[in-house]
C-alpha cells in the first residue's frame, strides 16, 4: 500500500512540476486571460497541497510505526515476537522446484525413498528424535559449489527450506525438518568428498565437506601432518565446521575455529561467497569464517574449506592413571594444566564407563573399574618425552593415583587407548542387550577447568540416584565432558531432569551449555539460559540478515517462528 502511494505521489510531483513549467511558459508566450491563469494557479496549489500531505502522512508512517511491517526497524537486535511467522512455498511450489532442480542433477543424485527420507532425519544415538511427519520431501546431491548455488536460487525462488546433511552423526536434532511443509535436504556426503589440494610447506589444505576426518587423517598421516579435531566416527569436514566440534585432541591443537583458514560458503539466495584466502592470520574485515563455523548450517552451506594442519610429533605414547576418586582425576588435569605441561590429549573415563568396557567385551583387556585418565604425550625425540611421562606420573601420584602405565611400543598404544576408542559404542551395545527398546542419550557441556572437579562430582551424584545406567566420559583437558544416559521410552522424563540438571550445573559454573555436539534443535531453551534473551536476539538479527526467508536449517539454535511451541 505504502509503495503504490510513494508511487503515486512521485508521478503527481512530477507532473505538478511540469505544470508549472508549461503554465510559466503560457503567461510568457500567449498572454491567456487572467481568468484562466487564476484557476490554473489554484489547481497546480491544490495539487502541491495535496501530494505534500500525502507524502508527510507517508513520512510520518515511516518514522513513527513500530509495527512488524516497518520497512526500516531501527534495533539492533530483533526479538522473536517481532517476526511474523514466515511463509513457505506449498506443494505446487516444491514441484516446480523439484522439476527445475532435476534439470541441474541428474535422477541418479535425488531420493524420495522412505528409508533415504528417514536416515536423513534422524538416528538411534540422537539425543532428540524426529517425529514421523518430520521428513524432508527430496534428498538431493550435489557435485560442486556451483550446482549447490543454482539448487539454493531455485529453493530461494519457490521459498523451500533447504537442510544440510553430511556424516550425519550431530545429536541435537541437527537436521530434523520441522516446518510443517515441504523442505529439501542437501547431502553433501557423496558428490562432495574431495580432498582438492594439499599445501604441505604452507601446513594447509584444501578440502570439499564430505571429506571424512578419518580419511584425511590417514592421507595426511603419510605426509607426517595431521588435522586437530577429532570427533567421533563417521563425522565428516561440513558437519564438524557447522557445529564447530573438537574431540580429544582440542586440549593441545583447539576446536574446529581455530583449525580453520578460510570457507567458501552459499548463502540462502545462492550467492557464493569466499570468506578469507589462504594466509594464517588475517585482520582484513569481519571475521566471516568465525561467523559461519558453529552456524549448524542456518546462515549458508560449506562447499569448500581450507583447514590449517600441524606437524605429527616424532614419537607419541599413551599412559593410562587410574584413581579412587573422580576428583583426584579432575586435580590431576588441572595440576597439568596450571603448570603448562603440554600433552596432546587427556581423556577422563569414570568407573561405571571402565566397567561397561569390560562388560562390552570389546577389548583385549580387563580394565581397573575406577575413575581413569587417558593420555596421549608426543615429542620430537624420546628423552623430552621421557621427561613428560615422568612429569604426568609425579603429578598423577601426588594426586593419590592408584596405577600408572604406560604404552612402549604401537601395539600397546592401540590397547590403551582402545578403552577410550569403545566409549560410547559399549555404552550402547550395553544398553540393547539390556533390553531392545533402550534408548541412549548422549550430551555434553563444559566449564573452567578449575571447576571441572565439583561439576563432575556432583553429576555423578545425580546420576547414581536417578536410578539410570549412566556414564561421564570427558576431554578433561579443556574442561568438556559427556555424559552417556541409558533409558527406557518410560524413563525419558528422568533422563531429561538428569540433563537439564547438569547444563544448569555448568552454566552456574560459569560454563556453557554444549562445547562441542552443537545447540541444534533440542538444546534451544538452555542456550536461552546460558546467554539469556539478548544475545540470542542478535544472533536472531543476523540470521534475518542473511536469510530474510528463513530457509537455510529452520528452527535450529533459536527460534525462527513466534508460533514455535516445541522445545
Given amino acids: 500500500m505504502f509503495r503504490s502511494a510513494v508511487i503515486r505521489s512521485s508521478r503527481l510531483t512530477s507532473r505538478t512540476l511540469n505544470q508549472v513549467k508549461y503554465s510559466r511558459s503560457i503567461q510568457t508566450s500567449t498572454h491567456i486571460s487572467n481568468q484562466y491563469s487564476k484557476k490554473a494557479l489554484l489547481g497546480i496549489a491544490l495539487s502541491i497541497i495535496g501530494t505534500t500531505g500525502i507524502l508527510s502522512q507517508l513520512s510520518n508512517k515511516l518514522s513513527n510505526d513500530d509495527s512488524k511491517t516497518s520497512l526500516y526497524p531501527e534495533s539492533s537486535t530483533t526479538p522473536l515476537n517481532d517476526l511474523k511467522p514466515p511463509q513457505y512455498g506449498s506443494i505446487e511450489d516444491f514441484q516446480k522446484a523439484k522439476e527445475e532442480i532435476l534439470k541441474i542433477v541428474s535422477e541418479d543424485n535425488i531420493a524420495t525413498s522412505k528409508s533415504e527420507l528417514d536416515s536423513h532425519s534422524d538416528t538411534y544415538f540422537n539425543s532428540h528424535h524426529a517425529h514421523e511427519d518430520q521428513r524432508p520431501h527430496l534428498i538431493v546431491f550435489p557435485s560442486s559449489t ?265 601395539d600397546e598404544i592401540d590397547e590403551l587407548w582402545s578403552a577410550r576408542k569403545m566409549a560410547l559404542w559399549s555404552t550402547i551395545n550395553q544398553g540393547r542387550q539390556q533390553d531392545p527398546n533402550m534408548q541412549i542419550w548422549t550430551t555434553d557441556v563444559a566449564v573452567p577447568i578449575s571447576k571441572l572437579g565439583k561439576v563432575l562430582e556432583e553429576t555423578q551424584q545425580d546420576m547414581e540416584q536417578s536410578g539410570l545406567t549412566a556414564t561421564l566420559v570427558g576431554h578433561a583437558g579443556d574442561g568438556n565432558f559427556h555424559a552417556f544416559l541409558l533409558y527406557k521410552p518410560e524413563q525419558r522424563s528422568i533422563a531429561e531432569k538428569l540433563v537439564s540438571n547438569m547444563v544448569q550445573r555448568a552454566i552456574k559454573a560459569e560454563g556453557t551449555c554444549t562445547g562441542e555436539h552443537g545447540v541444534g534443535y533440542g538444546k534451544r531453551d538452555f542456550l536461552l539460559e546460558e546467554l539469556g534473551e539478548e544475545p540470542v536476539n542478535m544472533m536472531r538479527r543476523i540470521k534475518i540478515s542473511l536469510d530474510p526467508l528463513r530457509l537455510l536449517n529452520p528452527d535450529k539454535i533459536f527460534k525462527i517462528d513466534p508460533n514455535d511451541k516445541e522445545h
Wanted: proline fraction near 4%; charged fraction near 20%; hydrophobic fraction near 35%.
Fill in 146 to 410: 556451483e550446482q549447490v548455488s543454482e539448487i539454493l536460487k531455485i529453493t530461494h525462488k519457490y521459498k523451500i527450506p533447504i537442510i544440510p546433511f553430511s556424516g550425519g552423526t550431530s545429536l541435537e536434532g541437527h537436521y530434523i525438518a520441522t516446518t510443517g511443509t515441504p523442505s529439501i535436504t542437501l547431502d553433501l556426503s557423496k558428490n562432495m568428498g574431495n580432498i582438492i589440494a594439499l599445501h604441505k610447506e604452507d601446513l594447509d589444505v584444501v578440502v570439499q565437506p564430505g571429506v571424512g576426518w578419518e580419511d584425511l587423517h590417514e592421507f595426511l598421516g603419510e605426509e607426517g601432518l595431521l588435522f586437530g579435531p577429532d570427533p567421533g566416527p563417521g563425522a565428516l569436514i561440513g558437519g564438524m565446521i557447522s557445529t564447530s566440534c573438537s574431540g580429544t585432541n582440542a586440549a593441545r591443537y583447539g576446536t574446529m575455529k581455530e583449525n580453520v583458514a578460510g570457507l567458501t560458503v552459499v548463502l540462502a539466495d545462492g550467492t557464493i561467497i569466499k570468506t578469507k584466502n589462504r594466509p594464517r592470520k588475517s585482520s582484513a574485515g569481519y571475521n566471516l569464517t568465525g561467523l559461519i563455523i558453529g552456524s549448524e548450517g542456518t546462515l549458508g552451506i560449506v562447499t569448500e574449506a581450507t583447514l590449517k594442519l600441524h606437524v605429527k610429533p616424532k614419537e607419541e605414547t599413551v599412559a593410562v592413571v587410574s584413581f579412587d576418586k573422580i576428583s583426584d582425576a579432575s586435580n590431576t588435569v588441572a595440576d597439568i594444566v596450571q603448570m603448562g605441561i603440554q600433552v596432546n590429549a587427556v581423556e577422563l573415563l569414570d568407573g561405571k564407563m571402565m566397567k561397561v568396557v569390560n562388560d562390552s567385551g570389546e577389548t583385549t583387556r580387563t580394565w581397573i573399574e575406577s575413575p581413569t585418565l587417558f593420555f596421549k604425550i608426543g615429542a620430537n625425540n624420546n628423552n623430552v618425552l621421557k621427561e613428560l611421562i615422568n612429569e604426568v606420573n609425579e603429578i598423577s601420584t601426588k594426586n593419590k593415583s592408584s596405577n600408572f602405565e604406560f604404552a612402549k611400543n604401537k
